[in-house]
C-alpha cells in the first residue's frame, strides 16, 4: 500500500508562480514514476510531467513545457512541481500518480486526492 499526499495548490494571478509538492510513503519500493496530472472540469484528465526513477529523466506535457520543472527528492520520496509563468488555462485539480512495478511487465498505479490550482485575476 501507497500513501500518496499533494501539498502546494492554491489561488495565483496570471504569470505568478506556484510549487506543488507529492510525498510517498508505505511501500514505496519499484518506483517506475512519480508524474503530475491535472483535470480541469468538463475536460479529460491531462498528463503534465512525469520523473522517471530510475533513469532519472523527466517529461513534460507540450502545453506546460518551458514553465513547468519537476524534481525530486529522493530521500524524501517527494517530487516538485515548479509551475512557472501561470495562466488561466493551468487552473484544474493536479494529480500525483506513483507507479510501481509489482511482477515483470506488470505496474500498478496509486493517485493522491488532488490540489487545487486557480490561476486569477
Known amino acids: 500500500q501507497v500513501q500518496v499526499v499533494e501539498s502546494g495548490g492554491g489561488l495565483v494571478q496570471p504569470g505568478g508562480s506556484l510549487r506543488l509538492s507529492c510525498a510517498a510513503s508505505?511501500?514505496?519500493?519499484?518506483?517506475?514514476?512519480m508524474a503530475w496530472f491535472r483535470q480541469a472540469p468538463g475536460k479529460d484528465r491531462e498528463f503534465v510531467a512525469r520523473?522517471?526513477?530510475?533513469?532519472?529523466?523527466?517529461d513534460y506535457g507540450d502545453s506546460v513545457k518551458g514553465r513547468f520543472t519537476i524534481s525530486r527528492d529522493d530521500a524524501k520520496s517527494t517530487v516538485y512541481l515548479q509551475m512557472n509563468d501561470l495562466k488561466p488555462e493551468d487552473s484544474a485539480v493536479y494529480y500525483c500518480?506513483?507507479?510501481?512495478?509489482?511482477?515483470?511487465?506488470?505496474?500498478?498505479?496509486?493517485w493522491g486526492q488532488g490540489t487545487q490550482v486557480t490561476v486569477s485575476s
Open positions: 500518480d506513483i507507479r510501481r512495478s509489482i511482477a515483470r511487465f506488470e505496474s500498478v498505479d496509486s
Open positions: 508505505g511501500n514505496i519500493f519499484n518506483i517506475d514514476h
Open positions: 520523473f522517471l526513477w530510475s533513469a532519472v529523466s523527466v
